[in-house]
């Protein structure tokens, strides 16, 4: 069981959007419609802010939206706001009765 | 509100077990729509997946760590406990519990973490 691979860092201004990879294999984000995405601001517990690949929480904004295509799942957050600032984790179900995350990203906003 | 809180020694000596317990509070242990998770953090790093615990007390653990980690539940006292033995230093970590809806597989509810770290 390997880690997803994600980006360790993007960037963007506010108002712009920016996108997250997620890449696994066939085992893992290619196999199963099971991609959750987290939110985490520093010293503080992750946040669940996208499930089942695409499909958002209650009081979780629009401007987060989840996507995927093959063995890569994709988190896109439009209208960046400086509060958007955090580390991003993806999470899929790894098969044979595990979970596998991702390496995380940190979003900086300019 | 699920509430979970992890509670245990935050300073373990090399070669020890580590012993976690999470305290769940409005939402039973026992409902089989959930099981319940830890998941660790080094600093800096990203997250890792532990294993799994539901009510009954099925587990599955990570192959990584499988034969360190053994898992309990207590569903009299609505919590369940993590125990790694033989713990180094690359067992420094926040350790989560959190609670996982089955039909996703998605963490809907995380506790504040515990810092654990493995010195002499």
Not at chain 1, 79 to 96: K, R, T, V
Not at chain 2, 52 to 60: C, F, K, L, P, Q
């Amino acid at each position: 069981q390997s880690a997803l691979t994600q980006p360790r860092s993007v960037s963007g201004s506010p108002g712009q959007s920016v996108t997250i990879s997620c890449t696994g294999t066939s085992s893992d984000v290619g196999g199963f419609n099971y991609v959750s995405w987290y939110q985490q601001h520093p010293g503080k517990a992750p946040k669940l802010i996208i499930y089942d690949v695409f499909k958002r929480p209650s009081g979780v904004p629009g401007r987060f939206s989840g996507s995927k295509s093959g063995n890569t799942a994709s988190l896109t957050i439009s209208g960046l706001q400086a509060d958007d600032e955090a580390h991003y984790h993806c999470c899929s179900w790894g098969g044979s009765y595990t979970l596998v995350f991702g390496g995380g990203t940190k979003l900086t906003v300019l | 509100q699920v509430q979970l809180q992890e509670s245990g020694p935050g300073l373990v000596k090399p070669s020890q077990t580590l012993s976690l317990t999470c305290t769940v509070s409005g939402g039973s242990i026992s409902n089989d729509n959930y099981y319940w998770t830890w998941i660790r953090q080094p600093a800096g790093k990203g997250l890792e997946w532990i294993g799994r615990i539901y009510g009954s007390g099925s587990t599955n653990r990570n192959p990584s760590l499988k034969s360190r980690v053994t898992m309990s539940a207590d569903t009299s006292k609505n919590d369940f406990s993590l125990k790694l033995s033989s713990v180094t230093a690359a067992d420094t970590a926040v350790y989560y519990c959190a609670r996982v809806f089955r039909y996703g597989d998605y963490v809907d509810y995380w506790g504040q973490g515990t810092l654990v770290t493995v010195s002499s």
